[in-house]
């Protein structure tokens, strides 16, 4: 049984990372303000970087990379002088490093897996079909998240091999950030009638959304409403973690009676799991490579999430479940040692915090 303690501690961390997503979402690009860096703005300038930090220098081709804004297709080079702009010359001084710093320890690691490869060209890969044009395998990007593609070829050789890595940057301590976003569907088969059953309760309790279609509209009405949507986001809470008991339960209940192969083939698309259509016809590597700070300073990790789980995956018979507040957690107890660790968590939550009827979503990630 859960004390009440603990209850409050989950609900507690629960406003707590709302309170940061919230703070993430207003981050708006100023170059007058030190800080003022867009989440969207430090991920593309860290892709950008890196590639050319790659290359010695030199900016990367791209097949398809449009602005936004415009609608119109710039080079790597543009964009990178546009986002530059933007924002604060100690900011962009700051991303730089960063991305020097993750391209010589990509650099590394190519070294080390392909002894005597050099890198011969790289390309951003950051829209649909740009990984299709480089390994000539279709692949959606759900398949493969590539958001660059390193070409290194050995000199004596001439042998040339495909790198696809996926992008992480971070300015928080932790190497885990999420490495999926999910539909509601992957929230269990009860989760759409409990958000059905919730969204028929805030809309008898406000009256006033009923008639509300509109994101936006409703985003205003929290807005003037503020002690109102406070009462949604504490029923909100309440809601995650249903979903999340009844998720994990069901999970769980799977495994109980043997059915592994849907809690694994789930676990898959929780950890992003799956080796990249390229990967499967050895047309290409593939790894994810997160930057993140610490007290130490800039620091990285790699994955190759399409193989490094196996060992936990193939051995479901000793993979549980539980679950905390909204979030789903997935246990692995070694055999040999007995040792029970957490290895993967499903954090079940709304796609907007502003919008008093935002749907609902989930974010997975190794532990």
Do not use: C
């Not at 480089?134 to 998240?145: C, L, P, Y």
């Not at 390193?150 to 992480?168: A, D, F, Q, R, Y």
């Not at 107890?333 to 660790?341: E, V």
């Amino acid at each position: 049984m859960k004390s009440f303690k603990n209850y409050l501690s989950e609900l507690y961390l629960i406003e707590l990372e709302e309170l940061e997503e919230l703070n993430e979402a207003k981050k708006v690009d100023d170059s007058t303000k030190v800080g003022s860096v867009s989440n969207n703005t430090s991920g593309v300038l860290h892709e950008l970087l890196v590639g050319r930090h790659l290359q010695g220098g030199k900016h990367m081709a791209a097949h398809t990379l449009v602005n936004e804004k415009t609608k119109k297709r710039e080079t790597p080079q543009e964009a990178h002088d546009r986002l530059k702009s933007q924002i604060h010359p100690k900011d962009y001084e700051r991303i730089n490093a960063r991305a020097k710093s993750a391209a010589d320890d990509i650099k590394k690691q190519i070294s080390a897996s392909h002894p005597g490869h050099v890198i011969d060209h790289v390309h951003h890969t950051s829209k649909p079909g740009d990984t299709e044009k480089e390994t000539g395998v279709k692949a959606t990007q759900k398949d493969d998240t590539s958001d660059l593609y390193i070409t290194s070829k050995h000199p004596k050789t001439g042998k040339i091999v495909k790198h696809g890595v996926s992008l992480k940057v971070s300015d928080k301590s932790s190497k885990n950030i999420p490495s999926s976003s999910l539909g509601m569907e992957s929230s269990g088969k009860k989760a759409r009638e409990l958000y059905k059953q919730h969204q028929e309760a805030i809309k008898t309790k406000h009256p006033a959304l009923k008639s509300i279609t509109n994101s936006e509209d409703r985003k205003a009405w929290a807005e003037k409403n503020p002690t109102r949507h406070n009462a949604i986001k504490k029923e909100n809470r309440k809601l995650l973690a249903n979903v999340a008991q009844q998720h994990a339960a069901e999970l769980q209940h799977h495994l109980t009676m043997g059915n592994h192969e849907h809690v694994v083939n789930h676990l898959r698309g929780v950890l992003g799991a799956n080796l990249t259509p390229a990967e499967k016809e050895g047309k290409a590597t593939f790894r994810k490579h997160t930057t993140y700070l610490t007290s130490k300073g800039t620091q990285h990790h790699t994955s190759h999430p399409g193989s490094e789980h196996d060992h936990i995956l193939n051995d479901h018979e000793n993979i549980s479940v539980t679950h905390t507040g909204g979030s789903v957690h997935f246990h692995h107890t070694d055999p040999k040692t007995g040792i029970k660790k957490k290895f993967a968590t499903q954090a079940h939550k709304f796609d907007s915090q502003s919008d008093p009827l935002s749907p609902l979503k989930s974010a997975g990630k190794a532990t």
